[in-house]
């Protein structure tokens, strides 16, 4: 891919924070106890049906956690229908609201997010009488379960946690995080206006909570499917965790000719979601391939 090209996801990410940085604050953001409208406006598909029982095949619920920007509905408009056809029970949320910030969620400080997530499933456990749940996540919503299962009590409720190009220690943004210091307040401004940026920076403060200790907690599996041309969790390398229960996969060495970047390897690629589902299901899973694009 040329230069150029990979330049263009962290500059647009940048330029969705200023846009985020500079809408005025017209109303406050839903509770951690509560989920938005979005959620309960996903698409009648089996997804997210409160009647839905898991089988005996999948005895567990699925729920999906969206990345940064990204909301309940967008974010899985591909896995989520996926899922649902393998007769998976699929559920999606809303996280990370800021006030007057529409559609554009997953923004607020991490750690509070993991505690709506907690609600969360909380809530579809209580629905479909689980004992636990699947989580698998894009971006942010691959790390900030880790927070959740680590710190809120978690890994009582989970069986395991998939990330799809987590930001597990944050990111340079091909090292454009490493230009801030030559813009006074810039970091400052990230840290009030859009928490989420700031904590997924690579060192931060949040981060470094999150990894101390360990990577991982007994009695989760853990799977990461990363991406070599992720342009925005960089270097791509640095979503891979370490420690009992974990798989790492690179996509590329699936099938060689996958392409796909940081958005896309969350919301379009087959080849990704077919090793999403292995990871739900170990005992039946089957090769990950290029031909997997049309499973």
Not at 14 to 20: D, K, P, Q, S
Not at 71 to 77: G, H
């Amino acid at each position: 891919m040329l230069p150029w090209k990979r330049a263009l996801g962290p500059l647009t990410a940048l330029l969705l924070a200023v846009t985020v940085m500079a809408t005025p604050a017209v109303a406050a953001p839903p509770t951690s106890t509560t989920t938005s409208t979005t959620t309960s406006a996903a698409p009648s598909s089996g997804w997210n049906d409160y009647s839905c029982k898991p089988s005996a095949a999948h005895p567990r619920p699925v729920v999906l956690v969206h990345g940064t920007l990204g909301n309940a509905v967008d974010n899985w408009l591909g896995l989520a229908p996926y899922l649902v056809k393998r007769g998976y029970c699929v559920f999606s949320l809303d996280y990370g609201q800021l006030p007057g910030v529409p559609f554009f969620y997953g923004l607020g400080p991490v750690d509070a997010s993991a505690g709506q997530l907690a609600t969360y499933v909380d809530k579809v456990l209580a629905a479909t009488g689980a004992a636990k749940a699947d989580l698998v996540g894009h971006s942010q919503g691959g790390m900030m379960p880790r927070y959740y299962l680590k710190f809120l009590g978690g890994a009582a409720k989970v069986n395991a946690l998939v990330g799809l190009a987590p930001s597990n220690r944050g990111t340079t943004l091909l090292g454009l995080t490493g230009l801030l210091k030559y813009f006074p307040g810039a970091e400052d401004l990230l840290n009030e206006k859009t928490p989420a940026l700031a904590d997924q920076m690579a060192g931060s403060p949040f981060l470094a909570k999150l990894n101390a200790g360990g990577d991982t907690v007994p009695g989760v599996r853990y799977t990461v499917i990363a991406t070599r041309y992720d342009e925005v969790v960089t270097p791509y390398r640095s979503q891979f965790l370490t420690g009992p229960g974990v798989r790492n996969v690179l996509l590329q060495d699936l099938c060689p000719v996958d392409f796909s970047e940081h958005v896309a390897i969350g919301t379009l690629d087959r080849i990704a979601f077919h090793e999403v589902n292995n990871a739900l299901d170990p005992a039946r899973a089957t090769p990950t391939t290029c031909s997997s694009v049309i499973g």
